[in-house]
């Protein structure tokens, strides 16, 4: 949960460089994306192997999408750091990487889904508090619900990015602002899980 936040910490940062008005430190937020890119990554990997060995389906296929839809970001930016798109060429690369976090965001999106319709399942074997139960079912929602409204709003920030779009600065700034706001819903989505396991005392 704790790598996660500071996955999302770099999006808001990265995402607020590329803001027209901070274009000298363009470069520091494709790196800050590259941190939180394999951050999203790291987490989902181990979500993938501890779902693996539990047998658990839903968590399994959730895992595999935030897998893939993390490799589909660290592509996406590095297809964006200036030297790439200079050798591909400005069109392409505005292209091939909005359609990349696109894809990327997609994944997130049908992840979030299939964590809110495993929701229930989750927890009908527990036999804790039914409060901190159902304490424990809000947090999940709302850590999903997060992740999900951040995950459009990257959806709708790489649409705006497409080069037939118009992709002058209006847009550009439209779409970084969506951005930036749902990496921040990503790093309550982060926080969330902690309150969780500190407060309701149940893990999923």
Same mark, same amino acid.
């Given at each position: ?15 607020? =460089?590329?803001?027209?008005? /901070?274009?000298? =430190? ?11 890119? @394999? ?23 959730? +895992?595999?999408?935030?897998?893939? $839809?993390?490799? /589909? ?15 591909? $060429? ?5 292209? =091939?990487?909005?359609i990349g976090f696109i894809i990327g965001s997609l994944l997130f999106v049908l992840a979030c889904f ?5 929701? $229930? ?23 999903? @619900? +997060? ?6 709003? /990257? ?28 990496? =921040?819903? /990503?790093?309550?989505? $982060? ?14």
């Amino acid at each position: 949960a704790y790598l996660y936040i500071a996955g999302g910490v770099c999006f808001v940062v990265g995402s607020i =460089f590329f803001l027209p008005s /901070f274009e000298l =430190f363009y470069q520091a937020g494709c790196l800050l994306f590259f941190l939180g890119g @394999f951050a999203y990554l790291t987490t989902s990997s181990f979500d993938l192997e501890e779902a693996e060995h539990a047998g658990h389906k839903f968590e399994y296929a959730m +895992s595999l999408m935030y897998v893939y $839809g993390g490799c /589909f970001y660290i592509v996406s930016t590095f297809i964006f750091v200036p030297e790439i798109t200079d050798a591909i $060429g400005p069109y392409s690369a505005q292209l =091939f990487g909005s359609i990349g976090f696109i894809i990327g965001s997609l994944l997130f999106v049908l992840a979030c889904f299939l964590n809110g319709a495993h929701t $229930g399942d989750a927890f009908k074997n527990h036999k804790a508090d039914p409060v901190k139960t159902y304490w424990a079912q809000v947090l999940v929602l709302a850590t999903t @619900f +997060s992740t999900m409204i951040g995950s459009i709003l /990257f959806l709708v920030g790489s649409v705006l990015y497409l080069p037939n779009i118009g992709c002058d600065e209006g847009t550009v700034t439209i779409g970084t602002v969506c951005n930036i706001v749902g990496s =921040f819903l /990503f790093v309550i989505a $982060g926080v969330l899980p902690v309150i969780r396991t500190k407060y309701a005392n149940i893990v999923t």
